[in-house]
């Protein structure tokens, strides 16, 4: 079945750090990919998305490349802030149904 | 409010007991999801529902009834609760489906069960 591997956390980083949060992925078919991220005692919000090979999602200063020869959407972001600090989860969507797959996230500290 | 909105936002319940917990959506969302988070499992489908009436199991179905008589709300039912059903629960919503079509989430309940 579908599953989605992340590195494990937590990630500490000092406030303008460059962050990498790995993410791969195994799946039937042509999956969507996804970054959500969960900020202290809230829900999931979409962070960015991709939804075929070597597409690029972005959205406040992240990114991540659906690479399907890796099978791989690593989340990027050049200098990171405080603000940045939350639980980011990597997930994918195959077929019908909007049903998400998760990894089991990554919890990411920016210190000043 | 626009939004989707779950209740209560914390619940503490005895093992064996009946317990509900509520999830509304204003968009008129066809679909509607519950999911469970749980450290080390990220978060793993319980239900979902394509529309009213439409309801099909996940990934962590056992223990756990829903219903959806009504587009706009989708309430999770732990018919006995028991100690492993402890977690924090998160209600979703989206459109019809789609590539990258996203889903909304709720701020979650977090349940435990003592």
């Known amino acids: 079945g579908d599953s989605v591997t992340q590195m494990e956390g937590p990630v500490t980083l000092s406030e303008e750090a460059f962050l990498t949060i790995n993410c791969t992925y195994t799946?039937?078919?042509?999956?969507?990919l996804f970054w959500y991220v969960q900020y202290p005692g809230e829900g999931l919000q979409l962070l960015l998305k991709a939804t075929k090979a070597d597409d690029k999602g972005s959205n406040k200063g992240f990114e991540a490349t659906y690479r399907k020869e890796t099978t791989s959407f690593h989340l990027e972001k050049g200098s990171v802030q405080v603000s940045d600090s939350a639980v980011y989860f990597c997930a994918l969507c195959t077929g019908g149904g909007n049903k998400l797959t998760f990894g089991t996230g990554t919890q990411l500290k920016v210190e000043l | 409010d626009a939004g989707i909105t779950q209740s209560p936002r914390y619940k503490i319940t005895e093992t064996g007991r009946q317990v509900t917990l509520m999830c509304h959506q204003t968009w008129s969302h066809s679909y509607m999801f519950w999911y469970r988070q749980d450290l080390g499992h990220g978060l793993r489908l319980i239900y979902y529902s394509a529309a009213a009436d439409i309801t099909d199991k996940g990934e962590v179905p056992d223990g756990y009834v829903v219903s959806r008589s009504k587009t706009e709300n989708f309430p999770l039912t732990l018919e006995s609760a028991t100690r492993s059903q402890t977690s924090v629960y998160f209600c979703?919503?989206?459109?019809?489906?789609?590539?990258?079509?996203?889903?909304?989430f709720g701020q979650g309940t977090r349940l435990t069960v003592v």
């Open positions: 799946a039937t078919g042509y999956p969507s």
């Open positions: 979703a919503s989206s459109e019809s489906p789609g590539a990258g079509t996203e889903a909304f």
